[in-house]
């Protein structure tokens, strides 16, 4: 499968790079209302780290369901956080209510509740 849009950097044949394709293969498998995180995703793949996942989802992620990797300690993904929101409740994504003293009361992903492990559904 290639994922392109005129807006990504892909390799000289139009491709996107086997590992960015591996890595949104992974994206795509997550389930509804589950997330993984960066390093969940690594591990998965059993090579890179959250950082190589990192960067694979901001330059190539806009195809996949990129609010489904996520940071590991349940943030939002800063600049996206109410897009990202949408896509949490529609989906009934596991929150955590912000309390009054956070930043901007936005949520938090429930890690323990929507993390997935690869394997169950």
Do not use: C, F, N
Not at 7 to 35: K, S
Not at 51 to 67: D, F, H, T
Not at 96 to 119: N, T, Y
Request: no cysteine.
């Amino acid at each position: 499968m290639t994922r392109m849009s005129t807006e990504e950097p892909v390799g000289d044949t139009g491709e996107l790079p086997a590992y960015a394709e591996r890595v949104l293969d992974v994206a795509d498998a997550i389930p509804t209302g589950r997330v993984m995180t960066y390093g969940d995703v690594a591990e998965w793949l059993g090579e890179g780290g959250p950082r190589q996942v990192g960067r694979v989802m901001a330059l190539y992620g806009g195809s996949a369901p990129w609010w489904r990797v996520v940071r590991a300690d349940g943030t939002l993904l800063p600049g996206h956080e109410l897009r990202a929101l949408g896509h949490y409740r529609e989906e009934g994504t596991p929150l955590r209510e912000a309390g009054a003293a956070a930043e901007g009361h936005v949520p938090k992903i429930d890690m323990r509740r929507a993390r997935w492990d690869g394997r169950h559904t």
